[in-house]
Structures are given as C-alpha cells and as structure tokens.
C-alpha cells in the first residue's frame, strides 16, 4: 500500500480563496482523522470519522471549515473563505479501529500559505 | 484525555540509550499510552503502545511504572535519524482520538 496519499503536497492561495484538501486513506482502514500543525499550536486534531460518519468535529475552529467522507477511500477538507491565520500543515491520518489499538498512519501533509 | 507532561528538549550521544520521559499522573485505568515520533517536516510515526505492562518492539521500548502515572520511551541505540520531536499520547481504548501534545525534541549528536 502506498500508504495515505494528501494532495496537494502545496498550495499558496490568496485570501477569500476556497481550498480543498484532499486524502486517501490506506484500503481497508476505517477511522480517518484531519490535524493541523502550526508553530504556535502544535498538532490540533480538527476532526475524525469513523465508517465514514463524523464523529467528534469539536477541533474545527469555525464554520469556514468543513470536511466530508463521501466513501470509504476518499475525504476533504475545505476552508472557506481562506484567510492568512489558516496557513499550516495540514495532515490527515487513517487507522484501522479495533478498539484495542489505534496505530494512525499520517500522510506527508499539504502546506497551505494563505497570502 | 489525561494530559502528559515531557521535558521540551533532550540530547543523546549517537551509539547510546536515549530515554525520554512522560509523566501522565492523572491517567485513569481504560487509557493506554502512546508514543509518536515526527521527524522534521513529516507526518508523525507511530512508534509503541502499552497499558501497564513492558512493551518492547523493534524500534523502542517502553517502560510503564506500577501505578501508571509516568512512562520512558527507551531507544537502546539512538542514530542520527533518531532525531525528531517524541510525543507521549494518553489515548481511552474506546475511542480513536489522539491528542498531541508538545512532546520532547530529541536531538542525537555525533
């Protein structure tokens, strides 16, 4: 497997913008999760779902942000209207739930620079 | 969640054992502990989990006091890919949510 697969890798966009980030989780892994990294606040967990359902959307700063898991293989992450206070790595992460153990596998992240 | 504790930086002389500390002192009984590494500009890497007993896997090991209330990561021979930021996670076995912390930057020396 190649593992989870975000696209972009980068994404420099002007402010007012709306940005989509998107992921692939690695086949077969249930639970998928959204984080953000800035130097300021660390890794925050923004949303995670499970079976495709949301399931704790608590970590998304503010109705500007949105994500979606329409299928089982696929999911976004959309911020609009951008602004400048939204640049950050943005990862997103899958693990097959057990209940037992969650080992999450992170993708490389998308750099969003929101000008 | 209960909040962990880890000092911000660490060196390790490369060759040797780094251990990097965690105290979670309000852990409850159904939390298990986590350890992550991120390694500059990548995305965090799972490393080991345990509950209250000694795990032990090819990458690290992880000692758990007998009350719980703190843990070491041990790498028996730390390498300059080693360094990274090491995050110790608290995670309850009934949901999958993992809270990242500040964690500890190691830094391995030549």
């Known amino acids: 497997d190649a593992g989870v697969i975000q696209s972009p890798r980068h994404e420099v966009t002007e402010m007012g913008q709306e940005v989509t980030l998107r992921c692939k989780p690695i086949s077969g892994h249930n639970s998928l999760f959204w984080y953000r990294q800035t130097m300021m606040r660390g890794l925050e967990l923004l949303i995670y779902f499970n079976n495709n359902v949301p399931i704790d959307d608590s970590g998304m700063p503010e109705d500007r942000f949105s994500a979606k898991m329409p299928n089982a293989s696929f999911s976004t992450l959309k911020i609009q209207p951008s602004e400048p206070r939204d640049s950050a790595v943005y990862f997103c992460?899958?693990?097959?739930?057990?209940?037992?153990?969650?080992?999450?596998?992170f993708g490389q992240g998308t750099r969003l620079t929101v000008v | 969640d209960a909040k962990t504790t880890q000092p911000p930086s660490m060196d390790c002389a490369e060759g040797r054992a780094a251990n990097l500390p965690c105290n979670h002192s309000?852990?409850?009984?159904?939390?298990?502990v986590y350890w992550y590494r991120q390694i500059h500009s990548q995305g965090p890497q799972y490393i080991i989990h345990?509950?209250?007993n000694n795990e032990t896997n090819e990458m690290a090991s992880l000692i758990i006091t007998e009350d719980r209330k703190s843990s070491t990561l041990i790498l028996p021979h730390a390498t300059l890919r080693d360094t990274a930021v090491y995050y110790c996670?608290?995670?309850?076995?009934?949901?999958?949510?993992?809270?990242f912390g500040t964690g500890t930057r190691l830094q391995v020396f030549p």
């Open positions: 996670i608290v995670r309850v076995w009934s949901t999958d949510k993992l809270i």
């Open positions: 309000t852990i409850s009984g159904n939390e298990y």
């Open positions: 345990g509950l209250k």
């Open positions: 992460a899958s693990s097959l739930s057990t209940g037992m153990n969650t080992e999450a596998f």
